[in-house]
């Protein structure tokens, strides 16, 4: 069995890696493009640790406490009055079939007294869902 002679080999292999090459940049720029980025808070929490679990719906609102007592609400620092009129404005904006949940990201060393006055005041606002967001106790 004969086999035609005019196959030429190649020697230069720069153009074997070529398309790989090719492909690493294609999914880079495709990752970069569709990945999501998660925001960082605007000061550091320490939360509380817990043996309970729960489970975060993306309509929920975040509120974060920091030990000296700054407030946030989704990420933008504000004072607490503010914080409430703006949780108390978005949930009459939304449906009664969608009420969001309130989590509450609140650093261990916070004043207890200062979280409880703020959630009754979440609950008058019209909240029914209270979460108090906490870190798995090490066993």
């Given at each position: 069995?004969?086999?035609?002679?005019?196959?030429t080999r190649?020697?230069?292999?720069?153009?074997?890696?070529?398309?790989?090459?090719?492909?690493?940049?294609?999914?880079?720029?495709?990752?970069?493009?569709?990945?999501?980025?998660?925001?960082?808070?605007?000061?550091?929490?320490?939360?509380?640790?817990?043996?309970?679990?729960?489970?975060?719906?993306?309509?929920?609102?975040?509120?974060?406490?920091?030990?000296?007592?700054?407030?946030?609400?989704?990420?933008?620092?504000?004072?607490?009055?503010?914080?409430?009129?703006t949780a108390?404005?978005?949930?009459?904006?939304?449906?009664?079939?969608?009420?969001?949940?309130?989590?509450l990201k609140?650093?261990?060393?916070?004043?207890?007294?200062?979280?409880?006055?703020?959630?009754?005041?979440?609950?008058?606002?019209?909240?029914?869902?209270?979460?108090?967001?906490?870190?798995?106790?090490?066993?």
């Open positions: 069995m004969r086999f035609p002679q005019n196959r190649r020697d230069n292999d720069d153009e074997r890696i070529l398309p790989l090459i090719n492909v690493v940049f294609l999914l880079l720029i495709f990752f970069m493009l569709t990945g999501h980025l998660a925001a960082s808070d605007p000061f550091a929490i320490e939360p509380a640790k817990s043996v309970s679990e729960g489970l975060d719906s993306p309509q929920d609102l975040l509120i974060l406490i920091s030990a000296d007592g700054r407030t946030a609400l989704d990420g933008i620092e504000m004072d607490e009055e503010t914080v409430v009129a108390a404005e978005r949930l009459k904006k939304m449906s009664p079939a969608g009420t969001p949940a309130l989590r609140v650093d261990g060393g916070a004043d207890a007294t200062h979280i409880v006055r703020l959630m009754q005041r979440l609950r008058k606002a019209g909240f029914q869902k209270l979460k108090l967001l906490t870190v798995p106790k090490a066993l």
